[in-house]
């Protein structure tokens, strides 16, 4: 293959990684600022405490563990 195709392929790949990481930085702004259920804020990135319903319905697989974890205790 001749040297310009290659160059022709390296910015095309320089391109679509920027635009990847735009994508990303754009789904993760969404998700901390503007989502519905938690806007205006979530002050848990403020204390770093969420409440048990809160942690129930975002990260139900370590809240079950933690639950089954506490009955093995008792």
Do not use: C, Q
Not at 35 to 51: A, K
């Amino acid at each position: 293959m001749p040297k310009w195709l290659w160059d022709i392929f390296k910015w095309i790949h320089f391109f679509e990684a920027v635009l990847a990481s735009l994508a990303i930085l754009v789904w993760h702004f969404f998700l901390v600022f503007l989502e519905p259920e938690i806007y205006p804020i979530n002050f848990s990135m403020l204390t770093g405490r969420l409440t048990e319903k809160e942690f129930e319905e975002k990260h139900t697989l370590e809240y079950e563990r933690m639950k089954e974890e506490e009955k093995e205790e008792e």
